[in-house]
């Protein structure tokens, strides 16, 4: 199955308060655009992010109380749509690219189709391995859950994570299982949390509901460079699709990066013991 990954520049048309999580107004406003376009699939999506001077941040109404958050009209908007059609929605990039979708004026719209999984170079990744082949990944979550057997898991789990991610490339790019579970099995024994900035928090999702997450700052040891390469391809992956569950809600959205040396000495991690 391929993927259909949007993403979106739009500006906000009118004033818009939210006080429930952005991703489930997104969500929302994505659901009433595709039952108009009669497309019928599921989606992932990220949410909102807001274009500042200071860059892009992601718009966390609703988690832990917060709200009375106001996108003012004119304000502008990014977010990533990945739906997972068995066929090109062109009817859904037709109504992205007419330039509305309430309450959005969309400027642009970037469609890229992925068919399979993308692999990497393991000496792409070689300047950022120690001389005890360690590197350290830093990933960025915003509110995630992961799941375990049906479990809750509100922490950075490095197993959770890897698994998920290899069970969503099998469903949806058609990875071979028994490779992807042979390479998850591996990364599960040499990738774990080092540092776990992370908090749990509520978010109202709407409709008087509220779902605890997990979101915050996390540094994930990693050793050799086979498992680096392998561990950031599935967070790059991971990044078009999200991980966990209620991804249709803007839920397990991520952002990483690979530490240099010099990083990951000044983040207490990767140094010499």
């Not at 709200?67 to 090109?88: D, E, I, K, P």
């Not at 990875?175 to 579970?181: G, I, Q």
Request: net charge positive; hydrophobic share 45%.
């Amino acid at each position: 199955m391929p993927l259909h990954v949007f993403k979106v520049s739009a500006v906000v048309k009118k004033s818009i308060p939210l006080v429930a999580w952005s991703g489930t107004f997104l969500a929302s406003v994505v659901k009433s655009l595709m039952s108009g376009e009669d497309v019928v699939c599921g989606f992932s999506l990220s949410p909102l992010q807001l274009v500042s001077s200071s860059g892009l941040r992601v718009v966390l109404s609703g988690v832990d109380g917060e709200g009375g958050v106001v996108l003012g009209a004119g304000s502008r908007v990014l977010f990533r749509l990945t739906s997972f059609c068995r066929n090109t929605p062109t009817s859904l990039l037709s109504a992205l690219s007419s330039g509305s979708a309430e309450p959005f004026s969309i400027q642009s719209v970037d469609y890229e189709l992925i068919e399979e999984f993308s692999f990497s170079r393991a000496e792409d990744f070689a300047r950022f391995v120690d001389v005890h082949s360690r590197s350290v990944v830093e990933v960025l979550f915003y509110p995630t859950i992961l799941v375990f057997r049906g479990w809750r898991v509100l922490y950075p789990s490095p197993q959770r994570l890897v698994f998920g991610l290899a069970k969503a490339a099998v469903n949806l790019l058609g990875v071979d299982p028994r490779v992807a579970r042979r390479r998850a099995r591996v990364l599960s024994r040499n990738v774990e949390l080092v540092r776990d900035g992370t908090r749990v928090v509520a978010v109202n999702i709407g409709s008087r509901r509220v779902a605890k997450a997990f979101m915050g700052r996390a540094l994930f040891g990693v050793t050799g460079l086979d498992n680096l390469r392998d561990f950031v391809d599935l967070l790059r992956f991971g990044m078009l699709v999200g991980v966990g569950k209620s991804r249709g809600i803007g839920f397990g959205f991520y952002k990483h990066r690979v530490l240099s040396l010099k990083q990951a000495r000044g983040a207490g991690e990767g140094g010499d013991s």
